[in-house]
Nanobody, 120 residues
Framework: QVQLVESGGGLVQPGGSLRLSCAAS????????MSWYRQAPGKQRELVAA???????NYADSVKGRFTISKNNAKKTAYLQMDSLKPEDTAVYYC??????????????WGQGTQVTVSS
C-alpha cells in the first residue's frame, strides 16, 4: 500500500507564508516526479506546481515568483513553499505522483489534501 500524506496547511494572513510537505511511503520502487494541485470551493482542481524526476519545474502563472516547489528524493518528500499568500490562494492543496510499486505497474497516487486558508 502506498500513501501520500500532506501536512503544513492552516490559516494565514494575506502576505504570509506556509510550507507544505508531501511524504510518500510504502513499497515504492520509483517516483516519477511530484506535483501540487489545489481546488477552491466551486472550482476545478488546478495544477499549481510540478517537479520532474530530473528536477525540471513548472508553475501555474498565478503562483510564479511566490511559490517554490522542491523535493528530497531520499525522504520521498516534496515541498511547496508558499510566500506572499493571497486570499485567492485559499483552497485544499493535494500532492500527486506517478509511483511504481513493488509487484505493480506505474500508477498515479493522490494525497488526502490539506486546507490552506488565507484571510485576515
Amino acid at each position: 500500500q502506498v500513501q501520500l500524506v500532506e501536512s503544513g496547511g492552516g490559516l494565514v494572513q494575506p502576505g504570509g507564508s506556509l510550507r507544505l510537505s508531501c511524504a510518500a511511503s510504502g513499497r515504492i520502487i520509483s517516483i516519477n516526479g511530484m506535483s501540487w494541485y489545489r481546488q477552491a470551493p466551486g472550482k476545478q482542481r488546478e495544477l499549481v506546481a510540478a517537479i520532474s524526476a530530473g528536477g525540471s519545474i513548472n508553475y501555474a502563472d498565478s503562483v510564479k515568483g511566490r511559490f517554490t516547489i522542491s523535493k528530497n528524493n531520499a525522504k520521498k518528500t516534496a515541498y511547496l513553499q508558499m510566500d506572499s499568500l493571497k486570499p485567492e490562494d485559499t483552497a485544499v492543496y493535494y500532492c500527486s505522483a506517478p509511483i511504481l510499486v513493488l509487484g505493480k505497474t506505474w500508477s498515479d497516487y493522490w494525497g488526502q489534501g490539506t486546507q490552506v486558508t488565507v484571510s485576515s
